[in-house]
């Protein structure tokens, strides 16, 4: 599934690029731990894919995007068709998460823990992934989940 190392014939007999493979299935509600499994992506680059992913919501020149991004254009213009896919439901998914996050909070981010704009979003983004694999494992009555983060190693 790799671009890189092989050739355009090869590449062709593909049905899809490993990028455009784990956006597809994480846009289709599967698991982001399970693809990057899967598909042997790491966080860095999973969150690089993404993001290069979401600069297509900013504008339709994929020319400028590969200069900005490094993403091949035959990536770029498959991305571009996935997002016309399912544009509604990223609309749709930036709006809920507005809602649930709201705006407050990421502005606290921002000002109280000096986050870029950037890592803000990227934060929301991994407390929405960490929501959404919580309530699928379902929990028992009453069960109570506790989370916590040190600045010491163990």
């Given at each position: ?14 049905q ?6 784990a956006i597809?299935?994480y ?8 693809i ?7 966080t ?8 290069d992913f ?10 400028e ?5 490094g ?16 544009r509604?439901a990223?609309?749709?998914?930036i ?12 502005q ?6 000096g ?12 407390l ?8 699928r ?6 069960q109570?989940?506790y989370?916590a983060v ?5």
């Amino acid at each position: 599934m790799p671009v890189a190392g092989m050739n355009t014939e090869n590449r062709q007999l593909m049905q899809e690029l490993r990028p455009v493979q784990a956006i597809k299935q994480y846009l289709e509600g599967k698991e982001l731990y399970q693809i990057r499994k899967d598909l042997a992506i790491s966080t860095g680059r999973w969150q690089k894919l993404w993001h290069d992913f979401k600069e297509l919501s900013r504008t339709e020149d994929l020319q400028e995007i590969e200069q900005q991004t490094g993403q091949p254009v035959v990536v770029l213009s498959a991305w571009q068709e996935l997002f016309r896919l399912h544009r509604q439901a990223l609309s749709g998914r930036i709006r809920e998460m507005e809602k649930v996050c709201g705006q407050s909070f990421y502005q606290l981010l921002c000002t109280r823990h000096g986050y870029s704009s950037a890592a803000a979003e990227q934060f929301i983004e991994d407390l929405h992934e960490l929501a959404v694999r919580l309530s699928r494992q379902g929990q028992k009555n009453n069960q109570i989940i506790y989370n916590a983060v040190s600045d010491r190693c163990l």
